[in-house]
């Protein structure tokens, strides 16, 4: 299984952006897909979480800017974000929790795509 995402950049405070992630391979079910953040002074943040039919949840402190949608025939997750600051500056990465008739249930993590928030 693979994850891959795309979609950062640099982009003006105000801004906005939409993150995707797309999962490849040997896959029966997607549980769950989560994206997190690492940002420049190594901290990691949970962002979203797109658990499909069962709903999706944001952070508190970004659900006023930040949406999660997963296209389940695409495998593939998208973050929306609006009104983007300096802080929000950060390698994004999406985690994903996926079910195999070998393997079970595992997670697996993307490379990441950067963000960069600045003007």
């Known amino acids: 299984v693979q994850l891959v995402e795309s979609g950062g950049g640099l982009v003006q405070p105000g801004g906005s952006l939409r993150l995707s992630c797309t999962a490849s391979?040997?896959?029966?079910?997607?549980?769950?897909m989560d994206w997190y953040r690492q940002t420049p002074d190594n901290k990691r943040e949970f962002v979203a979480r797109?658990?499909?039919?069962?709903?999706?949840n944001v952070a508190d402190s970004l659900r006023d800017r930040v949406s999660v949608s997963r296209d389940s025939v695409k495998n593939t997750m998208y973050l929306e974000m609006n009104n983007l600051k300096p802080e929000d500056t950060a390698l994004y990465y999406c985690?994903?929790?996926?079910?195999?008739?070998?393997?079970?249930?595992?997670?697996?993590w993307g490379q990441g795509t950067q963000v960069t928030v600045s003007s």
């Open positions: 391979g040997s896959i029966v079910k997607i549980n769950y």
């Open positions: 797109d658990s499909g039919v069962s709903g999706s």
């Open positions: 985690l994903a929790n996926i079910y195999d008739w070998t393997t079970g249930s595992v997670d697996y």
